[in-house]
């Protein structure tokens, strides 16, 4: 006798932010027999053989936001024709239902479902409704949000909202068990500072110079890992040579930021969503500078979720100086236990089974005639 087993369809751009949640979703689906494909855009070439999908779909995308006319025509016709593969890969493997995690590469996939009445369902990792989602969010039958309160999501959007919160990656759980490492008056402050392939300038530019501003005795207690451009990687070890910082780890990338953020004090960081979510689950204190010039402002309204809980603190770019930083540090050596504080609250906010609550929110929605 054959079994059938139901087919569904993530679709996620090539980058972490997307792709992420997007795995650790299909782990979930796969736990409970249910085969998982990915539809994607090239860029996830490189990794698609360690998502844990059956198959994986390459369909061209592109992002209609170019400055010229000509650009931006390009951009609707890449789209176009990624619509038309999109619909017959569909037919073919004739999905339970799609699940979209935002980013125009989940466009074409997303709405050839929908038009072909498909059950779909949109998981929005910010606390502000990206611009794509919204876009197919009319046609969704479903909206699970990875924070409680979602702005942006457009008047005509009719489908129930599921808070679910943004499924981790197993590293993240793993990390999740470590407990907040002890910091007294005289102990070691671990700082970990990254900002991501859009953020790591800034932080290269203002760290190493906020921690010269420190006194001698503050900068002999401070343990530093820090992710750095390639670029700017000689320039800032440099720095922190002459500083004679003893406790320094500057690297282009760590595969293993999850364990890193659980060995810290305090994170200096961005604010994506995979970040904001990892600290809160994690419960470590931070400090957050969302990247400026996004229209949606999504890092912001991440940020501010922790920052309202006393749980991290959000700083704008533009007031993300040296002296600010140098402040906020000597403020952290003199009262330790309001970083623990701060990492209580973040861990209070922690979804640690988000990827289960999704999972049920698929196979619900799937149900659903």
Do not use: W
């Not at 059938?4 to 679709?11: E, N, S």
């Not at 979209?100 to 502000?128: D, S």
């Not at 910082?245 to 810290?264: Q, T, V």
Request: glycine share 8%; hydrophobic share 50%.
């Amino acid at each position: 006798m054959t079994v059938f087993t139901p087919t569904i369809l993530l679709c996620a751009g090539g980058t972490g932010g997307h792709l992420f949640p997007a795995e650790s979703l299909a782990h979930a689906l796969r736990a409970r027999g249910i085969r998982v494909a990915l539809a994607t855009d090239a860029r996830v070439d490189a990794i698609s053989g360690e998502f844990p999908a059956s198959e994986v779909i390459t369909i061209a995308s592109a992002t209609p936001s170019g400055r010229s006319l000509v650009q931006r025509a390009g951009a609707v016709l890449t789209l176009g024709r990624g619509f038309g593969v999109a619909a017959r890969e569909i037919r073919r493997i004739n999905p339970a239902a799609i699940v979209g995690f935002g980013g125009y590469p989940t466009v074409p996939p997303v709405l050839a479902g929908q038009i072909l009445r498909v059950p779909t369902v949109l998981h929005e990792q910010n606390a502000v409704m990206g611009r794509a989602n919204a876009f197919l969010a009319r046609g969704a039958r479903t909206i699970a949000t990875g924070f409680k309160d979602v702005r942006g999501v457009p008047d005509s959007a009719r489908a129930p909202r599921i808070h679910t919160g943004n499924p981790l990656r197993p590293a993240v759980i793993a990390a999740a068990k470590v407990p907040y490492p002890p910091f007294g008056a005289d102990d070691t402050l671990r700082l970990l500072v990254f900002g991501g392939s859009q953020g790591a300038r800034v932080m290269g530019e203002v760290v190493p110079e906020a921690i010269a501003r420190l006194p001698e005795a503050l900068r002999a207690r401070l343990h530093l890992v820090q992710q750095v451009r390639p670029e700017d990687l000689t320039a800032v070890q440099n720095r922190y040579l002459a500083l004679g910082l003893a406790g320094i780890e500057a690297a282009p990338f760590f595969k293993d930021l999850p364990a890193r953020m659980a060995a810290s004090h305090l994170v200096v960081a961005r604010s994506g969503a995979s970040t904001v979510s990892e600290l809160a689950a994690i419960g470590r204190p931070a400090i957050l500078v969302p990247l400026p010039g996004a229209l949606d402002q999504d890092q912001a309204a991440n940020a501010a979720t922790l920052d309202a809980i006393g749980a991290a603190l959000a700083i704008k770019q533009s007031d993300f100086t040296p002296d600010r930083l140098a402040a906020e540090l000597t403020a952290c050596f003199a009262t330790p236990a309001k970083l623990t504080a701060a990492a209580d609250a973040a861990r209070s906010a922690g979804i640690h089974d988000a990827a289960e609550r999704l999972a049920e929110v698929v196979v619900e929605t799937a149900a659903r005639t």
